[in-house]
């Protein structure tokens, strides 16, 4: 039944790489395995499809995580993965908010679609020498919060 429910990676079945992720360890090929990006349902429903399978439950979560990104607490993840839940680890990557944290930007926000509309010529300026993956048209328009 959970096979039907909820299907992760790209529509493989967590029992099949609960399954998968064993065999390797078994192959002596990895010690562990993790997850990224899921959220606390499927940090539990991959620790318990695992205990249930009888095979190794990830030990590792990685997340987008920052000072300005703090997603991870909000949607229970840093819960769900504490040890007396599900005793996943969880290590942050981007934590320095794609250099926002570092001062990169200071010359100016970046290129942001709404931007762009006010300010056509700032925005194609900085878009023609950027800084960092946040001045590209793509990533601006997602900074906007």
Not at 81 to 102: D, K, M, Q, R
Request: hydrophobic share 30%; aromatic share 8%; net charge neutral.
């Amino acid at each position: 039944m959970y096979r039907q429910e909820r299907e992760g990676n790209g529509g493989c079945p967590i029992e099949d790489q609960c399954l998968a992720m064993e065999k390797l360890i078994q192959d002596g090929k990895i010690r562990g395995w993790g997850m990224c990006n899921d959220n606390a349902y499927g940090i539990t429903v991959a620790s318990q499809t695992a205990k249930r399978l009888g095979t190794t439950p990830p030990v590792v979560m990685q997340g987008d995580f920052s000072m300005v990104n703090r997603r991870a607490e909000e949607n229970g993840v840093t819960e769900a993965s504490s040890p007396i839940h599900e005793n996943v680890g969880f290590f942050g990557y981007n934590i320095l908010a794609g250099g926002f944290l570092t001062g990169k930007y200071l010359e100016g926000p970046p290129p942001a679609w709404d931007d762009y509309a006010r300010n056509k010529e700032r925005a194609m300026q900085t878009a023609s020498r950027p800084r960092g993956r946040h001045d590209d048209m793509g990533w601006g328009g997602t900074l906007i919060r």
